[in-house]
């Protein structure tokens, strides 16, 4: 069973603050990984992908991947109070239909 | 360009009752899939598809069915509806590129009385 598990959360950080979101993954041949984030009611949407071992960048926003610890994280800079949302982290296993397998989802609120 | 659209968005379900949520994606996509979300959790895979008259199941595929009859649609069949099946219900598309995302559909929201 592929499992992916997420810190479970609630987690407040102040606005400005770092935000940090962490997910470890159990199939050693997973080869893509995601950062989805789902504000409440409404659909996922994708905000990193990241595919190699090291950092990602895109704006306020770092994702980090390590495959030999199987750890996958987010970085959020600059927390914004609409940043608050649920992110779900997801994995691509190697020879699968690309299904994604999610973890359960960490709960961010930005406190102004 | 719509992307992936779901029919109904809402949908009261008597227990024992059967119904058909839609989904549709003008992609082009050859990969769909099914997930649904129970609250405060994650998505789970109900089933999938790889293209037209290609379907398996995914880690919960118990009182559903699918067909693939078309590149674009990819309906989801409830019969028998009963309480556990009460979830938000996604459907997504992607293609076989490895660097491509999964695009989501604004959801379906069922709940069984």
């Known amino acids: 069973q592929k499992e992916v598990e997420q810190n479970s959360g609630p987690l407040s950080v102040p606005e400005g603050a770092i935000a940090s979101l962490n997910c470890t993954y159990s199939?050693?041949?997973?080869?893509?990984f995601f950062w989805y984030r789902q504000y409440s009611g409404k659909s996922p949407e994708l905000i990193m992908s990241i595919y190699s071992n090291g950092d990602k960048e895109d704006g306020r926003f770092t994702a980090q991947l390590n495959k030999a610890s199987q750890y996958v994280s987010l970085l959020i800079r600059d927390s914004q109070p609409s940043d608050s949302a649920t992110y779900l982290c997801a994995v691509i296993s190697s020879g699968s239909a690309r299904q994604l397998t999610f973890g359960s989802g960490t709960q961010l609120t930005v406190l102004p | 360009n719509a992307g992936v659209t779901q029919t109904p968005k809402f949908r009261i379900l008597k227990i024992g009752q059967s119904m058909t949520l839609q989904c549709t994606q003008d992609m082009n996509h050859n990969y769909m899939y099914w997930y649904r979300q129970d609250p405060g959790m994650g998505l789970k895979l109900i089933y999938y598809s790889v293209g037209a008259g290609i379907t398996d199941k995914g880690e919960v595929p118990n009182g559903y069915n699918v067909s693939r009859s078309t590149t674009e649609d990819f309906p989801l069949r409830l019969e028998l509806a009963a309480p556990s099946q009460t979830s938000v219900y996604f459907c997504?598309?992607?293609?076989?590129?490895?660097?491509?995302?999964?695009?989501f559909g604004p959801g379906t929201r069922l709940t069984v009385l």
């Open positions: 199939d050693r041949v997973s080869q893509s």
């Open positions: 997504a598309s992607t293609t076989r590129a490895q660097t491509d995302t999964q695009y």
